[in-house]
Every structure is written in C-alpha cells, then in structure tokens.
C-alpha cells in the first residue's frame, strides 16, 4: 500500500513513519513518498527516516521527489501536511496582526484567516490533482487550519477527504488520565470545529465520570486545561474546552503575552527548524538524535505564552508525546482493513448539527470503517458554544468565497467579521498588512 506524504520534508514527518515502522499488520504501508518543493529539506528527513528504519525488518521504502503528479500516481492513502509560506510567513502572520493589537496565532483569529487565504487556493489545486491521479485514494489532511482546508478540499473530494487534529485526543487522555480510566475504554463526547470544541462527557462503562472531575478541584487543577483554564471557570462551562478556546476566553492576556514575549511561536521554529535542517545538511552524525532533541525543544515550548499567562507551569512529561502520527494510523487501518473503530474526526456535518448545513466540516467523533468515517448523533451545543461555532464557520466561508473570487473586500469581511477581531477598520488594516508581505495573497483585488 502506497502513502504519499505532501510536505514531506516537514519536521515532523518522522512521527508518521515512527508509527508505520509499528504497524505489522496485513494491509499496512509499504511504500512512502515524500513530496516536497525543497529538496534541501527532503534530503535532511529522508536520512532521518533511513536510521528509524535502519534496524526495522520490512520497513516501508522511502523515496522523496519535488514532483507532486508524480507523487500523486498511484497513492492509496495522501497526507496532507503543507505549509504555504512556510515558517516565514507564519511569524509575518503574528507580526502584522500583533501591530494591529489582534491575535495573530497560526490558526485562531487574524493569523488564521491569512493562513487560510494563502493556504486555500493550493489545498484545491492539489484537491483536483487527487481527484484526476489517485481518484480512489483516501486524502488525510493535517493541513491548517485544518477544517478550513478539509471543507475547501471536500468540495472536490467529497468524504474521501479527513482531517485529523491531536488535539482532542490529547484532551480526551488528559482527561481520562485524571479519572483514572483508560483512554482506549472510554467514550469522549466532544464537538465543535477544528480548535473549537469542547468535552461535554466522558463515559466508561455507560457512565459520565465528567460530573466527578468538575466537582473536584484538585482534580480540576491537576491536568493542561484545568491549569489554563482555572476550575471556576471550567464549572462554569459545565465542560472542558479545547485548549485553543484560551484564545476566545483570554484573548486580552494572550495578545498581550504576545506582543511581550521575545518571539512569537512562529520566529521561534522559524529559527529553531532553520538550525535542524542547518545541522543535519552539515552533520556526518546521526540525523535522528538532532532532529530528537530539537523535537523535544518544540513539545516542551508549545503553548508557552498561554500558560504563562494562567501560570500553568511546565507542561506535563505525558503530554510531550504528539498524538496526531497515530490518529493518521488509526484512519488509515480502520479504512484499509475495515478495522472499525470511533475516532474524533473533522468531516462534512450532514445532520449532526442542526445549526450548521450539511457541507460545513466539523470536529466531532466518527465511527470509521472501509467506507470512510461517518459522524456520531451529538447533543445540540449549548447557546454559548452555539454562538461561537457559527461565528467563525461564518468566517471561514468568507474565507473561502474570497479564496475562489479573489474579492478583498471578501478578505476583509472574513477579517471583520471574527469574535477575536474588533473594527471593520482593523480588518481592512490586516488585508493591507498582509497582502503586502505575502506572494501568495497577490491574487487578492
């Protein structure tokens, strides 16, 4: 079974091939392919997949190419993991939004809506090649903002387009860890979008064990969310939100920890990855400890302004671990061997929501089999949450309308009509500010 990885030469590319080189299943993957438009970075994950396989019977053979047809041919499974603009255009991003005293995170407020207008017009071009190439191939998107590009994909996919986040897996065993459950045992009530959900349920055995742990205030404080959050506040909501949702909840302290801090997240692997892909290109050494110990770095440093800001502390040793390589795994055996299995999923509505239509991607939990992955019934949201999932699906429609008319004055709605950004001046500030520093919004008139 061929895999073809778009934005092969990505850092954490090795994370994906880790978990295949586990898989010994029938079915599994035994052919990789790298896709990248820098053959410099292909060249430095390449070697870093050879000594994870180095000691690995029948590990899946690996080659790398800067063709994306030729990538495309033949692929049973595609995972989508591209950054358009790369590392750059992620801290310009921050940058011009923070000038704007507006957040500028990768995929939550302005930041996101510019990475979703740079990323939208080449997630459809690579969509369409899909659909002409490997028609019956499963695409698997990891791409940010991720239930943006999935929607903008599925309009020429249909269902065979998923996207996956680790984040409410990681939510969901957090949460279960507490509890003393086994995350593998549990049923996770979540729904929202991408980066906008909230665990309104934990069930083991039929029963919600999420009362007890929003009763408990040791329990409450003793995990990410209960730290970032503060217990009152998580009583308040009678759930446990996705971490992103510290954006919404505190976005004055967020902004403000930002504009402070020495660099942005994005400067900061900017500089951090620049150094990996430096080090390896020049090292005789092994190419799997640099890039270990520069992924240590990254997990430990992830969120860090927002934790500051909650005085959350350092981040828990089990939650350094990743998660969204064995999300991708675990679609992609429960489709290749119809392996049935319930995975948290962004995918078309359908019916799930009644306040959104049936196209609009959602993140909610998916029984998934050979068919593909097909959305739980959920409980309606309550009016807090309700308000904010239509919000910003609003938004990311103007996004997407903007992306096929190449309108500003489209771009600039999307900007203003944001929870996270307050003045229609503002936000035709953000289309200036970015359209000027991004190649890839030049199509914007």
């Not at 989508?80 to 590392?87: E, F, K, N, P, Y």
Request: some cysteine.
């Amino acid at each position: 079974m061929k895999l073809t990885i778009l934005g092969g030469g990505g850092f954490r590319v090795p994370l994906v091939y880790g978990a295949l080189l586990g898989d010994r299943g029938e079915g599994r993957v035994t052919e990789v392919v790298l896709h990248d438009l820098d053959a410099g970075r292909l060249s430095a994950v390449t070697r870093v997949l050879a000594e994870q396989a180095a000691r690995v019977a029948d590990a899946p053979r690996v080659t790398a190419t800067t063709d994306l047809d030729e990538a495309l041919r033949g692929a049973d499974f595609v995972f989508s993991a591209i950054r358009v603009g790369g590392l750059q255009g992620r801290a310009d991003d921050e940058r011009v939004a923070l000038a704007e005293g507006v957040l500028g995170q990768e995929t939550v407020g302005a930041g996101g809506i510019a990475y979703g207008l740079r990323t939208v017009p080449v997630a459809v071009e690579i969509a369409r090649r899909v659909a002409r190439l490997a028609p019956d191939a499963w695409v698997i998107n990891f791409t940010n903002p991720a239930g943006l590009v999935t929607e903008a994909m599925s309009r020429h996919l249909g269902d065979r387009v998923i996207g996956i986040c680790d984040s409410p897996v990681g939510l969901g065993r957090r949460i279960a860890r507490v509890l003393g459950a086994n995350p593998k045992e549990a049923w996770i009530d979540y729904v929202g979008l991408n980066h906008l959900g909230w665990v309104r349920g934990l069930y083991v055995a039929g029963r919600d064990e999420l009362p007890r742990l929003l009763a408990d205030p040791d329990l409450l404080g003793s995990f990410e969310e209960g730290k970032l959050f503060g217990a009152d506040w998580l009583r308040s909501l009678g759930a446990i939100p996705n971490e992103y949702l510290h954006y919404y909840y505190f976005n004055r302290e967020a902004v403000r920890a930002y504009q402070q801090a020495e660099r942005t997240r994005g400067a900061f692997l900017r500089d951090q990855q620049a150094g990996f892909y430096e080090q390896v290109g020049r090292s005789d050494g092994s190419a799997l400890e640099i890039w270990d110990r520069t992924r240590a770095e990254r997990e430990a440093t992830y969120m860090a302004e927002n934790r500051e800001t909650a005085g959350a502390g350092e981040r828990d040793a089990d939650d350094l671990s990743g998660g969204y390589e064995k999300v991708a795994l675990a679609l992609m055996r429960a489709i290749a061997r119809d392996e049935r299995t319930t995975l948290i999923l962004n995918v078309r509505n359908r019916t799930t929501l009644s306040v959104l239509d049936s196209e609009a991607v959602i993140e909610v939990p998916c029984l998934v089999d050979a068919n593909g992955a097909h959305p739980v019934a959920v409980d309606p949201l309550p009016d807090h949450a309700t308000g904010l999932v239509c919000a910003v699906k609003a938004v990311e429609r103007e996004v997407l309308a903007a992306a096929e008319s190449g309108s500003r004055a489209t771009a600039a709605k999307a900007f203003a009509l944001h929870p996270l950004v307050d003045s229609v001046n503002v936000a035709r500030r953000l289309v200036e500010g970015y359209t000027a520093v991004h190649p890839g919004l030049a199509y914007l008139r």
